[in-house]
């Protein structure tokens, strides 16, 4: 059986501003696909599909809420997902509640080959046959298939309650339980804050808040099963230890603001050849002056600096980065690869899981060789995200020995 885990990333335009920047739904030119993961639909062909998305609805929410109805019909009846015949589908649109709002948005496909598939009820604490095709938006608070939570108000920086959470769904496939949840963490508010210190302030944030997801999925509520966590962590490359290396022959000049003598840019200049720029650093801008660095062999150099996942490398795992920086891209339809010049490029969208849905998949991979773990669209423009996916097979019987546990064969 095959699994896909994608997340879209943030304000993926599909749900954006479809209908004014985009016209009708238009599958013949690649820049006006509506939804171009259905390559990897294609490509991979799962049997069971997981979408995670962030900021669902864009930044200006108030308004472009009223496009997504539209664009989860399409996405249900489009001949892409026409063999997948049970879905779920859980938005959080209440904008309204800023003590609930995390803009999350999760979809979950089933394809019609599969039988028996069962998901969790959390008030019930029992498992669920899964039949037909269910959209639950609005708040979902009431939800008992799922768990949401917006990270408690101390958790976010400088006091200001932003769209930040997770959503929980459980689900038994194939004798399998595991765990599927949509994460948002925490951005960094401003580079020259970043540069600072290593690592970041804003990495010791992030790192509290996902320590407190994974506190919550393992909790002892209830069994502990493998899980999946993927979404935006906002997870940077450490932002001094870059700088340092990108700029090693550079001068730095610091510019502070008249009345308060704040640092409000530093510019990073070559010794010789004309003292040419090479690095322009404010709060939201990061300008280099070559970005072939973080595509050059998939930005595989830079790997070194990407370091926050380290803290829990005994919780969480990641298979091998081998595509870009997915952050953050330009939001110009004819600029697909190029980079803005605002944020230190970086993998914010990753696809983790936990030491026993790692041992899950490598038990499956040793019978075949299916595993990918990839971004989509390279050429495309799709938002300032790329989309990341990861696309891999669970042997048959390979979570039998504890199929008892999760009583998946009982139909509720």
Not at 213 to 227: A, G, N, P, T, W
Not at 264 to 290: A, G, T
Not at 322 to 332: C, I, K, V, W
Request: net charge neutral; aromatic share 12%.
């Amino acid at each position: 059986m095959s699994l896909t885990l994608v997340n879209l990333g943030l304000r993926h335009p599909m749900v954006r501003k479809r209908d004014q920047d985009l016209g009708p739904l238009d599958t013949s030119h690649p820049q006006r696909d509506c939804f171009p993961e259905k390559e990897v639909v294609h490509t991979h062909k799962p049997h069971f599909m997981a979408l995670h998305c962030q900021e669902f609805g864009g930044k200006n929410y108030e308004t472009s809420m009223s496009h997504v109805d539209k664009f989860v019909k399409e996405l249900l009846s489009s001949d892409a997902m026409k063999e997948y015949n049970r879905a779920r589908v859980y938005l959080d649109e209440n904008f309204k509640s800023q003590e609930h709002f995390t803009a999350l948005g999760s979809f979950y496909f089933l394809h019609e080959s599969l039988k028996n598939i069962y998901q969790f009820d959390f008030k019930a604490k029992k498992y669920k046959k899964v039949t037909g095709k269910e959209i639950y938006s609005d708040t979902l608070e009431s939800t008992p298939m799922l768990e949401k939570e917006k990270f408690p108000q101390d958790y976010f920086p400088e006091c200001k309650w932003s769209r930040k959470g997770f959503v929980r769904t459980r689900w038994c496939v194939a004798d399998c339980a595991f765990d599927l949840v949509n994460i948002h963490l925490f951005h960094d508010a401003s580079n020259l804050v970043a540069w600072e210190t290593s690592p970041s302030v804003y990495s010791g944030i992030r790192h509290k808040a996902l320590g407190y997801v994974l506190d919550r999925i393992i909790d002892q509520r209830f069994e502990k099963v493998s899980y999946f966590v993927f979404g935006d962590f906002n997870f940077r490359l450490d932002s001094k230890s870059v700088v340092e290396t990108l700029c090693t022959q550079a001068t730095m000049q610091t510019v502070r603001a008249a009345d308060t003598n704040e640092v409000v840019k530093l510019i990073f200049r070559e010794s010789d050849n004309d003292r040419k720029v090479m690095l322009q650093l404010e709060k939201k801008v990061f300008h280099y002056f070559n970005q072939e660095v973080f595509r050059d062999n998939n930005g595989t150099a830079l790997l070194e600096f990407d370091k926050e996942l380290s803290v829990f490398k005994d919780r969480l795992y990641e298979l091998d980065i081998s595509f870009p920086p997915s952050y953050p891209y330009s939001e110009d339809s004819g600029q697909g690869r190029q980079y803005m010049n605002t944020r230190c490029p970086a993998w914010c969208d990753r696809v983790l899981m936990s030491p026993s849905a790692r041992e899950l998949i490598l038990k499956s991979e040793s019978e075949e060789k299916v595993v990918t773990y990839d971004h989509i669209g390279p050429n495309v423009c799709m938002g300032d995200h790329k989309p990341v996916f990861l696309a891999f097979r669970i042997a048959p019987g390979a979570g039998k020995p504890h199929a008892h546990v999760h009583k998946c064969c009982v139909v509720q």
